[in-house]
């Protein structure tokens, strides 16, 4: 699970969720899904035939780069979807129903990916920022089966 | 004046001081093959290299040994390739992987202490690695094209890798490098690595270190390693030598260091014997000395054309070797001319040769053969091949060579048909 903060703050391109907090509580969380799911409904995007990851914005590098990381099928169908959904626009038209999205298409395909890129950059910022202490101190400390004993040859 | 007296007492002096260096050999450590050397190397690093039997020789798809070499210390379940890389730099330690036509090597160089450490991630890597696919995308196949752009780039390397799949066509044959052409995937990498990893494929090779410490981590290292025990997985097939002619030409734009090239080489389908590297010495082609052409037949050659070179190689393996000259001349009628020359001075290699010059030859070899094992690399590509033969390390003795047995081990050589490469400017080079 996430720290506070970022579920608070947001995770990078993610936007804040206190989803993984209630996943953890199954009466909470079957409370939560009823609310979660009209929303998810009446929000509009599942009737333009998107998935609620193609509504992440793209235009930051992290996503960019998880970008690169689809599938050749997931990143055709990820196009597919945009123009058409961006046709429906146009014309101030939804598909009809058939088309829409339904709940078990309704997949988040980018946002481990995305989560993947954040978590490797907060890692190369740690190692660029940490500080080495007292290597020398626990390496004459640490005795492996390597090391000869004192006393012995 | 030196005294070829002096050869014999040499002789067995390097014997003794390579049997105090070797110190013992653990032969199964779960199933892994390990030799120590304790007094090798300087006094304050020790490396341990990993011996894997996963060369280009044995590879289903195309490239795809290379691309897993290149997947060396990337994301296994120790952590991520970033954190491999920063911790070694905190150790102050070296991770490097090479490919040769049979084996990979793993190998990991450190300060005295860090045994335990260094020794962790090359199992990891055996045993671990996770072969994402961004990680083959972003990380490995930019490698992989820039060495397979640096290996076209060099006559050299183009024309040995082309005589490799002329000579053997398939096995040793295929190429060293991936190719643009036929691209690896990720599943590619992991059904190979998955047959290579095996740990009948592995051997543990490692210098200034306690052995029998080491075989102890090894085994229980690997104890829990992978699944398969006997079996290695990967597609071993008998070796026979083809010959041909090959005639590539040397792009209008390559850079200037790129001379054209000719390789004449001949390949036989038993291991190296000592006639065959005597034989490689006595053609010679590289001086001792500087500013001197040096005595060789070649060399001599070569000398005649300001700029050229021919040098005779010998690439043993473990049950064939290819053995031949490496023609290179500024300007490609230079080269046709220094190619026809060379030409007759191999078929008359061996035949025409007096005493003194065999046993010069002898002395160059012997000589060779004993600072092989000087430098790591060198040490490794030695014990390598033989920890797989099962055999124990031991410097070739070449007593048993005489002008006869050179002479008849060059005409058995020059009977089978020519491996012939051309790079350069095809319209002026010269024909089998």
Not at chain 1, 3 to 23: D, E, H, Q, V
Not at chain 2, 228 to 237: D, E, H, R, V
Not at chain 2, 288 to 308: E, R
Request: charged content about 20%; cysteine-free; glycine content about 8%.
């Amino acid at each position: 699970m996430p720290s506070l903060t970022k579920m608070i703050f947001g995770n990078g391109p993610l936007g804040p969720s206190l989803a993984p907090w209630i996943r953890q509580r199954p009466g909470l969380q079957k409370y939560w899904a009823r609310w979660s799911n009209f929303y998810k409904n009446a929000a509009g995007y599942r009737q333009k035939g998107y998935l609620y990851d193609d509504l992440i914005v793209e235009e930051t590098p992290q996503v960019q780069k998880a970008l690169q990381r689809l599938s050749p099928q997931q990143r055709y169908d990820r196009v597919f979807r945009m123009r058409r959904g961006i046709q429906q626009s146009m014309g101030h038209k939804k598909l009809p129903k058939e088309q829409w999205t339904t709940p078990e298409q309704d997949v988040r395909y980018l946002t481990p990916l995305i989560e993947q890129v954040v978590a490797e950059e907060a890692e190369r910022a740690e190692w660029d920022y940490m500080t080495v202490e007292k290597i020398q101190q626990k390496r004459a400390e640490k005795r492996n089966i390597f090391s000869k004993r004192e006393g012995t040859h | 004046m030196y005294s070829l007296a002096k050869l014999p007492r040499g002789q067995s002096a390097l014997k003794t001081a390579l049997r105090r260096s070797v110190s013992s050999k653990a032969s199964s450590a779960g199933g892994v093959s390990v030799i120590g050397f304790e007094n090798k190397g300087p006094a304050a690093t020790s490396s341990l290299t990993v011996a894997i039997k996963a060369g280009s020789r044995f590879e289903s798809t195309p490239g795809v040994a290379h691309v897993l070499k290149n997947f060396a210390f990337k994301a296994t379940a120790n952590g991520s390739s970033l954190k491999t890389a920063r911790e070694t730099e905190l150790y102050g330690g070296v991770l490097s992987s090479a490919l040769s036509r049979e084996h990979i090597f793993l190998t990991a160089e450190f300060l005295r202490g860090d045994e335990e450490h260094f020794l962790s991630v090359l199992t990891s890597v055996l045993s671990s690695s996770h072969f994402y696919g961004h990680e083959l995308k972003e990380l490995v196949l930019p490698v992989v094209q820039s060495e397979a752009i640096a290996a076209q780039s060099s006559p050299t390397t183009l024309a040995l890798d082309a005589a490799h799949k002329l000579a053997f066509r398939k096995g040793l044959g295929n190429s060293l490098y991936a190719s643009p052409h036929y691209p690896v995937t990720i599943d590619d990498v992991k059904s190979y690595a998955q047959g290579a990893f095996s740990k009948s494929n592995v051997a543990v090779i490692g210098s200034g270190i306690s052995t029998e410490s080491l075989s102890q981590v090894v085994s229980s290292a690997f104890g829990s390693g992978s699944s398969q025990p006997g079996s290695s997985g990967l597609n071993t097939s008998k070796t026979s030598y083809y010959g041909g002619e090959a005639r590539i030409p040397l792009d209008i734009h390559a850079p200037p260091t790129a001379l054209p090239t000719l390789v004449i080489a001949y390949g036989t389908t038993s291991p190296a014997t000592p006639e065959l590297k005597v034989l490689k010495q006595l053609l010679g082609g590289e001086s001792s000395l500087k500013w001197t052409p040096g005595t060789s037949p070649l060399a001599q050659a070569a000398d005649k054309v300001p700029g050229g070179s021919a040098k005779a190689f010998l690439l043993p393996y473990s049950d064939a070797a290819l053995f031949g000259v490496v023609i290179s001349a500024p300007t490609s009628p230079q080269l046709a001319g220094l190619a026809k020359e060379v030409a007759q001075i191999i078929k008359s290699a061996g035949s025409a040769a007096k005493d003194e010059e065999i046993k010069r030859a002898v002395a160059k070899a012997t000589f060779a053969d004993a600072t092989a094992s000087e430098t790591l690399e060198g040490l490794i590509a030695n014990v390598g091949p033989a920890l797989f033969a099962g055999g124990e390390v031991k410097s070739e003795s070449f007593s048993g060579v005489s002008a006869s047995s050179v002479s008849k081990a060059a005409s058995e050589l020059l009977k089978a048909k020519p491996t012939v490469v051309a790079v350069g400017n095809v319209n002026v080079l010269p024909y089998a």
